[in-house]
Structures are given as C-alpha cells and as structure tokens.
C-alpha cells in the first residue's frame, strides 16, 4: 500500500536550517508530481511546495519562497524539504503529499513531523 | 492567496446529515472545478474524501459527497457515524500552481 513517512523534524533555533525527508513506498514515485504541506498548532493546513515528477520544476508558496527548496531524489524514492532561515512561524507539523495524476489534489499524505522554530 | 472560510465547528447525530461549506472567490474555488476535501483525525494523515468538487476515490463512503455553487463549496456527511468525528479541511487550486486551504471544521458527532 501507499506509504509516505517523514523524518528529520526537531526543535531548531530561528535563522538556523533544517532538512526534512519523507520516504515513499507502495507506488511507482517518479510517476507523480510531489508536495510539502504544512499545519501550524491550532491553525489550519498551508500549502507550502510543489515538485514535478521529473525533479526539474518546482514551485512555493508565497511565505517560503527563497528560504525553502523541494527536491527528490527518484533513485531512493525519497522527497526532501530545505529549510532555511527558519522563522518562529515556520513551527508547524510538515506533511508530504502525493499529488493525484491530473486532478491538482493530494491523495495520500505522510502522519507528518514537527519542526519548531524557537531560541 | 487568502485561506478558504470554513465553519469552526459542526455538529449532528448518529443518522443525521450535515453539510460543511467553504467560502472561496473568483480566483480560487470560483475559477477552478478543483475542490477537494480532507478528513484528518488528530495525529494520523489526512484522507482525501472529495476531490474536483464532487468525485470520490475508491474506498470511500458514498455518505460523502460534494458540490459547488459560485464561489462556495459543500461537503455533505449523510447517514452520521460515530468515525466520522474528525475535522475536515477543504482545498482549492488557486491559480499560478498554489493551492488554498480553509481554516478547518471540528464535527462532532
């Protein structure tokens, strides 16, 4: 079955980096666009980054980019996230996605891993 | 883009129907047939239950449904079950390949 599973969350001071992982299993990965997703405590998801399936085009969110880079890795079916110049507001539960061939939604998203932003 | 305008919380009973909205506009869930929704109890990921306004993917509980009317989109829960509890998200392309999110809906049930 389809797997998503994120790793590399922790606790990080503000203008540090950080690079999250998530590990896909179950599915062909280089047939699907793939994508970052974040849920800030008490707040609501956020879109945060997307990459296509071939890893040559890459797009963000609005408050992240130029700090954050989405990359793949399709030989170890392994998606990545790059964070730099963390804020205090990047402190959130980080999601990945698989986008669904054709219809711009995510049909299978990892439990998440939590990355908090704090001095 | 702004976040999409959900109801904080909805409630029903067992065998009841409930219906949760998400206000959009013309640039978001207007524009685009690309609504889809997401069920997400706390700690696991998200299930995706509606996607381009009103499909269902397999495995799915045809009790789910979706519709759209302007720039207002609904998910409707009929025959309410106890698993059902969870809060649910909906989700539109935006354009300019970003997607929206609404705030979220806490059903109780």
């Known amino acids: 079955q389809v797997q998503l599973v994120e790793s590399g969350g922790g606790v990080v001071q503000p203008g540090r980096s950080l690079r999250l992982s998530c590990a896909a299993s179950?599915?062909?990965?280089?047939?699907?666009?793939m994508h970052w997703a974040r849920q800030a405590p008490g707040k609501g998801l956020e879109w945060v980054a997307m990459?296509?399936?071939?890893?040559?085009?890459?797009h963000y969110a609005d408050s992240v980019r130029g700090r954050f880079s989405i990359s793949r890795d399709n030989s170890k079916n392994t998606l990545y996230l790059q964070m730099n110049s963390l804020r205090a507001e990047d402190t959130a539960v980080y999601h990945c996605?698989?986008?669904?061939?054709?219809?711009?939604?995510?049909?299978?998203w990892g439990q998440g891993t939590l990355v908090t932003v704090s001095s | 883009q702004s976040a999409l305008t959900q109801p904080a919380s909805v409630s029903g009973s067992p065998g009841q129907s409930i219906t949760i909205s998400c206000n959009g506009t013309?640039?978001?869930?207007?524009?685009?047939?690309?609504v889809s929704w997401f069920q997400h109890h706390p700690d696991k990921a998200p299930k995706l239950m509606i996607y381009?306004?009103?499909k269902r993917p397999s495995g799915v509980s045809s009790r789910f449904s979706g519709s759209k009317s302007g720039d207002t989109a609904s998910l409707t829960i009929s025959g309410l079950q106890a698993e059902d509890e969870a809060d649910y998200y909906c989700?539109?392309?935006?354009?300019?390949?970003?997607?929206?999110f609404g705030g979220g809906t806490k059903l109780t049930v």
């Open positions: 996605a698989r986008d669904v061939t054709g219809s711009w939604a995510f049909d299978y």
């Open positions: 179950g599915f062909t990965f280089t047939r699907h666009d």
């Open positions: 990459i296509l399936s071939d890893g040559l085009t890459e």
């Open positions: 013309s640039s978001d869930v207007g524009k685009h047939n690309l």
């Open positions: 381009e306004v009103s």
């Open positions: 989700c539109s392309y935006a354009s300019n390949i970003a997607w929206v």
